[in-house]
């Protein structure tokens, strides 16, 4: 008698035609509404430079008060205030640091400052050069590095981060002129200072890099004209396994996903799943 391949009979079993066209292939997985794994392909260090002053001012609130929870998904993060998370920040002190960050498209502006506003995307399409020049010189962090879903309290549905750290200094964002003719001139900003020479362009800045010079090792806190928010490190916080969120043939047990009978072939359960 000859030997059925393996994979011919299990699509007996599970009662499927033949497959006209080469290999069978396997159904990806790939459930919907699923927003902690669109958030976990964000970056876990954006620049917030271009933050609106009142989320910036949100931010800093809730830093002060403990451990930052955020909803964070491709370019949009929310901080939620009604989320708390355990543990707190402490400042760490640094020896001044310059860090400069060079912009040429929209690929750069986006691994760079996913968070941003339309004025950045409409200088790149202009064919204008962005330049962020900062002024590194501490860094609040939490002593945590591990958030559960049932560590946090309050109001935290749609919840998907925890800002595990935040750096602090003073910067400026500039635009490269595609000409260098012309005289210097001032351009009127609407809620931002701007000037323009024959160079550049200033888009924004806070911060005083003069007074980030006064900075102390030891130091518990930033010097006063020295403490913009550059950059946050986010965390993602582990939700416990559930049963929509495993693959076909496999259950949510002890926290993780299992087989449902380890001893079936989950290749059959993947067959099956897809008729």
């Known amino acids: 008698m000859t030997r059925v391949p393996v994979l011919l009979a299990l699509l007996a079993l599970t009662g499927c035609a033949s497959m006209p066209g080469g290999d069978p292939q396997v159904p990806q997985y790939a459930p919907r509404d699923q927003t902690t794994a669109h958030a976990a392909t964000s970056a876990t ?20 008060g403990g451990v930052v929870v955020v909803r964070y998904s491709g370019r949009e993060m929310e901080v939620m205030r009604g989320c708390k998370a355990p543990s707190a920040y ?5 020896t001044p640091k310059e860090e ?26 202009q ?9 590194i010189v ?28 935040l750096t602090v200094g003073a910067f400026e964002v500039s635009a490269s002129a595609e000409s260098t003719a012309g005289a210097s001139a001032t351009v009127p900003g609407a809620g931002f200072d701007a000037h323009r020479d024959a160079q550049k362009e200033v888009l924004d800045r ?10 102390a090792g030891g130091a518990t806190a930033p010097p006063y004209q020295c403490g913009a928010l550059l950059r946050v490190e986010v965390a993602p916080i582990q939700f416990p396994a559930t049963a929509a969120a495993c693959g076909p043939g496999l259950v949510a047990r002890d926290g993780s ?5 380890p001893g079936r072939p989950q290749m059959l359960d993947v067959l099956q799943s897809g008729h």
């Open 257 to 261: 996903c299992q087989a449902v009978d």
């Open 100 to 125: 400069d960050v060079v912009m040429r498209n929209g690929a750069e502006l986006d691994a760079a400052m996913p968070i941003h506003g339309a004025r950045l995307e409409a200088r790149i399409e």
């Open 90 to 94: 402490h400042y760490i002190a640094l």
């Open 127 to 135: 064919k204008q050069k962005l330049e962020v020049t900062m002024t």
């Open 206 to 215: 806070d911060g005083s890099k003069d007074a980030c010079a006064k900075t």
């Open 45 to 64: 260090r954006p620049l917030i430079l271009e933050w609106p002053a009142a989320d910036r001012a949100a931010l800093e609130a809730q830093r002060a």
């Open 138 to 165: 501490g860094m609040y962090e939490s002593d945590a590095r591990v958030w559960k879903a049932g560590d946090l309290t309050g109001q935290c549905a749609g919840a998907t981060h925890v800002v595990a750290a």
